[in-house]
């Protein structure tokens, strides 16, 4: 059974929460503040953590920072609203999803499956070379032209699961699908954010592309510049 632990401060949610994900087959513990939730991180080592970002006692993309230094722990934060700025923070603080509240706790659980998923599906396959590019997917390392890329585990993923398929064009449903384990779409934006990033870990932007090109309207395409 996933043990989870949930982070939250407002008593009605967190026991309507618990209530619910235990009854979907989750272990369930919580904590009302984010550094009891951190502790209880730490002690317990749950399969997954979700994070309401706004914390009485720490700034939520702080503690996730805080947590990231310390633990590889998926985490499924919760923001207030659908704010694109505190969003992007948190994908950027190490966030694996977020759901934005008011959410049903089936929502929640279908994000919880995907990301549990996501961890334990990673694919066996012999390294890849696409030009200085070369990912080996079993030690989960990447370098560019000899230089180790510092990648999360998304854009890992993500950039494996392009050069896995060098010169063809993937669409963002693919990846959704694929690397996000979201067959139904749904956080177009978490690509987007996604490749940004990984475009300037490889010291490309969109406009001038090297290795990632985006096919407008398409999806994206890994190429050998070289070629
Ligand atoms: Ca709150």
Known sequence: ??????????????????RALTERGHGVRS?????????????????????????????GCTLLQMLRAVSSVPV????????????????DAGAD????????????????RAVL??????????ALAVGGLVIDPQARTATLDGRTLDLSRLEFDLLAHLAARSGTVVSKRELLADVWHLPYGGADKTVDVHLSWLRR????TATEPVYL???RGVGVKLVDPGA
């Open 1 to 18: 059974m996933p043990q989870l632990l949930l982070i939250e401060d407002d008593p009605a949610i967190r026991s309507a929460l618990t």
């Open 31 to 59: 904590a009302p503040t984010g550094m009891e939730g951190l502790q209880q991180a730490v002690d317990d080592r749950p399969d997954l953590v979700v994070l309401d970002l706004g914390l009485p006692d720490i700034d």
């Open 76 to 91: 499924i934060v919760a923001t207030a609203r659908d704010d694109e700025r505190e969003t992007v923070r948190a994908l």
């Open 97 to 112: 999803d977020y759901v934005v509240k008011p959410f049903a706790a089936e929502h929640l659980d279908a994000r919880i």
């Open 117 to 126: 998923r996501r961890g334990t599906s990673a694919e066996t396959v012999a």
């Open 201 to 204: 870990k490889l010291g490309e």
């Open 213 to 215: 090109h985006t096919v």
